[in-house]
């Protein structure tokens, strides 16, 4: 079932990514806001079903991303590339091995990573030039 879900975050970055070139001028902002909402959704699932101190947790990882994706809008597009890398350490550390197992589903963490390294590698691919930016 793994493998599954892994070729979903795979077909779900691609749509993403598809998406995100029509936008042009504005697909670093698309890309941004994308990392945005990742962990966000991580949100919804602890208000669904955790208690405070977890909402708390997914909380930080809002702010933590949203700092990277600010700082991907600023300065370099190194730093969305940065974000999207990092986030399958907080899909894996908490959400599928760690206690945060409790609330978020196994299939979403588990698309997430295929999804994030996938737009992390096109920015990166993507973005070369402005990187030392």
């Known amino acids: ?9 795979l077909f779900l970055g691609v749509a993403f990514l598809a998406f995100a070139r029509t936008r042009g001028g504005a697909e670093r902002r698309v ?15 602890a208000l669904i079903g955790a208690g405070p101190a977890w909402l ?8 933590a ?15 969305l590339a940065a ?29 997430c990573i295929s999804f994030d390294l996938l737009v992390a590698g096109y920015i990166v691919a993507g973005f070369r030039s402005a990187l030392v930016t």
């Open 65 to 79: 991303y949203g700092v990277l994706a600010w700082l991907g809008l600023r300065r370099s597009p190194l730093w």
């Open 83 to 111: 974000g999207w890398a990092l986030h399958p350490a907080w899909d894996v550390g908490l959400h599928l091995v760690g206690a945060g197992a409790a609330f978020a589903p196994e299939w979403y963490a588990t698309a």
């Open 31 to 45: 890309l941004a806001l994308g990392l945005l909402v990742a962990a966000v959704i991580y949100v919804g699932f």
């Open 1 to 9: 079932m793994t493998t599954l879900w892994l070729l979903l975050g």
């Open 56 to 63: 708390l947790v997914e909380m930080l990882g809002v702010a």
